[in-house]
């Protein structure tokens, strides 16, 4: 239930990386695209380094980071990209969504403001959870599902550690379950080719992705461990719903994500 609860409001967020209207912004202040997505979505830990994006983001090459971050804040402050990715979510969401959304909101805000209660190890998402709420019920919803995206987010890379996978093994194993192509993930995380067929080399030598590079059944275990791990770090969030309310959640939620979806701000899902 849990998964399904994040996954049907998600779109909601996810498409702040696609929106043209976020990347037309980005590119006013002088910003390409690499550079605009890393410092938008870490703008709210302020003007920090590379290794601290490498850090919380994970599974982006290094090299692509230290290209972007911190030569990001001398073009714009962290305050000026996020008020245009505001901007942005607003603009793009206004014209998928619709007007009514005072329940969903409600239900979602509930369980970001109990996600607040618990910052603790969850740097990224302590970070968006300092931000105020703004006063306009699509920016809120925005908002919530931002804080329940990164505090999930958060807890995904402690799985992820726990098991002891890096942020490259995650992708070529999140491939090997063959729903993703390993072009896309390979090339927006940019990742060498070398460096990819190394990592499936890796994987392989260690049983958790086999000659066909599909996950064994190790790695399905192992891979199924890591987004089980991820469900429960994510549940204490929406343990403030009834039963009731967290269906009701996915009842108002889940044509909102497919609205997000049929509209085009996420590409390649319609």
């Known amino acids: ?132 709420w703004p006063d306009d019920t699509l920016l809120q919803l925005f908002h919530a599902q931002t804080l329940l995206r990164e505090f999930r987010g958060d807890g995904h890379l402690a799985a992820l550690l726990r098991h002891n996978i890096s942020g490259i093994e995650a992708l070529v194993l999140h491939v090997a379950t063959g729903t993703y192509p390993a072009s896309v993930l390979r090339k927006t995380r940019a990742w060498s080719e070398e460096q990819w067929a190394a990592t499936v080399e890796d994987l392989r030598s260690r049983g958790l992705v086999g000659e066909d590079d599909l996950l064994t059944d190790r790695g399905r275990e192992l891979r199924e461990g890591i987004e089980d791990d991820t469900d429960r770090m994510a549940a204490p969030a929406y343990d403030v719903l009834s039963d009731e309310e967290k269906e009701r959640f996915v009842a108002l939620a889940s044509p909102l994500g497919k609205a997000v979806v049929e509209g085009g701000l996420l590409p390649g899902r319609r």
């Open 1 to 132: 239930m849990i998964r399904t609860l994040f996954r049907s409001l998600e779109p909601v967020h996810g498409m702040i990386y696609f929106a043209p209207e976020a990347d037309t912004r980005y590119a006013s202040a002088g910003l390409d695209r690499p550079s605009g997505y890393f410092a938008s979505r870490a703008a709210a830990m302020g003007p920090v380094g590379s290794e601290v994006v490498v850090a919380t983001f994970y599974n982006f090459n290094p090299a692509l980071v230290r290209a972007c971050i911190p030569q990001a804040w001398e073009k714009v402050t962290p305050e000026q990209v996020l008020r245009l990715r505001w901007e942005a979510a607003d603009e793009a969401l206004r014209k998928v969504l619709p007007g009514d959304l005072d329940e969903i909101t409600g239900l979602a805000k509930r369980a970001a403001e109990r996600a607040k209660d618990m910052p603790h190890g969850r740097p990224l998402f302590a970070a968006h959870a300092s931000l105020p």
